[in-house]
């Protein structure tokens, strides 16, 4: 057990609809990452935020949005979903020092279906 | 720019042979790289890093990997392949140019065969 937390574990909505996704970092760690993970494009960043503070943008579409709150729970917001959306999204976490060399902290990811 | 490969997609091995995993990078500077795995269902695990240091190293699950500078290369390795080390690996390295955030390869699906 990696100590992320991530919620829902599947989801299954429609094309157009919006979603939340929801992660819990580990006790004490201040980064959160969200990833996409599909078959065609393998693992791809997404954003990451250190301390409610967005740090580093990758592939995120304009669709999608992310926050992290006081308490450092973070949550990934998408609309106006498409078919091309469905994928595992997994949220990772890091601390000060695990930061500093690259190591991160997985849950177990949340499977997104849009039909 | 700075990348990672993994030029194989899938790698077979009889349970008790040894076995290696490829993976090649493409980086300015010093290299940060990682091995992680992803088992069915989960989310991946962090299994060993080279930042600095011997070139040879050692991580979870009796999982090594050494680093070749003059062959740009980390390749994860085994001495003896187990059923249960069937899963996903994924190779990164660290982008220094764009804030530190990890570069991964395509991963590779490792099956071990009884």
């Known amino acids: 057990d990696s100590g992320v937390t991530q919620t829902p574990k599947h989801l299954i909505t429609a094309t157009g609809q919006r979603v939340t996704l929801r992660c819990s970092p580990r006790s004490g760690d201040l980064s959160v990452y969200w990833y996409q993970q599909s078959l065609d494009q393998g693992l791809q960043f997404l954003i990451q935020y250190y301390n409610g503070e967005e740090r580093a943008k990758g592939n995120i579409l304009e669709r999608f949005s992310a926050q992290q709150f006081p308490d450092l729970h973070s949550e990934l917001n998408l609309s106006s979903l498409e078919l091309g959306d469905s994928a595992l999204y997994f949220c990772?976490?890091?601390?000060?020092?695990?930061?500093?060399?690259?190591?991160?902290?997985f849950g177990e990811g949340s499977r997104l279906t849009v039909l | 720019a700075q990348s990672v490969a993994q030029p194989e997609d899938q790698v077979n091995v009889a349970e008790g042979n040894p076995l290696t995993v490829k993976c090649t990078y493409s980086?300015?500077?010093?290299?940060?790289l990682f091995w992680y795995v992803q088992y069915p269902n989960r989310g991946l695990q962090f299994l060993l890093k080279y930042i600095t240091g011997d070139n040879l190293v050692k991580g979870s699950y009796g999982f090594e990997a050494e680093f070749n500078k003059s062959q740009t290369s980390f390749h994860l390795k085994k001495p003896s392949a187990l059923v249960s080390d069937s899963a996903l690996y994924f190779c990164?390295?660290?982008?220094?140019?764009?804030?530190?955030?990890?570069?991964w390869g395509a991963g590779t699906k490792l099956i071990i065969k009884p």
């Open positions: 990772a976490s890091s601390d000060a020092r695990t930061e500093n060399t690259g190591e991160l902290f």
């Open positions: 990164a390295v660290r982008d220094m140019d764009s804030n530190y955030q990890l570069i």
């Open positions: 980086v300015s500077g010093n290299p940060y």
